[in-house]
């Protein structure tokens, strides 16, 4: 079967860096997503792996094991705003998007 | 430029009836799909359209239909509603459905079934 795994819920303090972790298995692989979605609203992308490693985007990174069936968001200099929820995707191998149930992210100051 | 709008924002619907959740894109993407978000479960895919005239079943199909008839709108239809049907439903649009497309997301209809 088809399954994201990542934690409900994780706290972190304004200014420090969090790490959110993301395992999975689908059918074939097309690439993992991390999107964000703030309470009451719509989901937005943040990135895309499809190959082993990093990648950075300003404070927000992404990093991929296809090995391991693995990924994480690293998350620096938090701010009050990134309070949300951080939803990991897998793309199988219909290029559709099997969704794990989001982790939610509180900063406290 | 609006990206993708749905309709309506909210609505609260007696057990039986029928009812159209209206999507609409403007980026002239060639995919479209329903999710419905429920709490402690991921997005779930209800239906999905490749390109317009073509439309394809989801992981949660039953008690839904969709149309494509032009690139730009994706209609979702509850046929006779149920209280299990209640939840958030997103749409959303990716230029196409091969690896790396971002989906676009609309701002969802809250939807309650009594």
């Known amino acids: 079967g088809q399954n994201i795994d990542q934690p409900t819920e994780m706290t972190a303090t304004e200014g420090a860096i969090v790490q959110i972790n993301c395992t999975y298995q689908?059918?074939?692989?097309?690439?993992l997503f991390w999107y964000q979605q703030h309470a009451g609203e719509a989901p937005t992308f943040l990135s895309y792996?499809?190959l082993d490693g990093l990648e950075e985007k300003g404070r927000f990174s992404s990093f991929l094991s296809r090995s391991k069936g693995y990924s994480y968001l690293l998350l620096k200099e938090l701010q009050m705003k990134d309070s949300a929820s951080y939803l990991c995707?897998?793309?199988?191998?219909?290029?559709?998007?099997?969704w794990g149930a989001g982790t939610k992210l509180i900063i406290k100051p | 430029i609006a990206g993708i709008t749905q309709a309506p924002t909210s609505q609260i619907l007696a057990a039986g009836r029928r009812m159209t959740l209206r999507c609409t894109q403007d980026?002239?993407?060639?995919?479209m799909y329903w999710y419905r978000q429920d709490l402690g479960l991921g997005l779930r895919l209800i239906h999905y359209?490749?390109?317009?005239?073509?439309?394809g079943k989801g992981e949660v199909p039953d008690g839904y239909s969709v149309s494509r008839a032009n690139t730009d709108d994706f209609p979702l239809t509850l046929a006779s509603a149920v209280p299990s049907q209640t939840s958030v439903y997103f749409c959303?649009?990716?230029?196409?459905?091969?690896?790396?497309?971002?989906?676009?997301f609309g701002p969802g209809t809250r939807l309650t079934v009594l």
């Open positions: 995707a897998g793309m199988d191998s219909n290029y559709q998007l099997i």
């Open positions: 959303a649009s990716s230029d196409s459905t091969d690896r790396g497309n971002e989906q676009f």
């Open positions: 980026m002239r993407h060639n995919a």
């Open positions: 689908t059918s074939g692989f097309n690439g």
């Open positions: 359209s490749n390109t317009a005239g073509t439309t």
């Open positions: 792996n499809v």
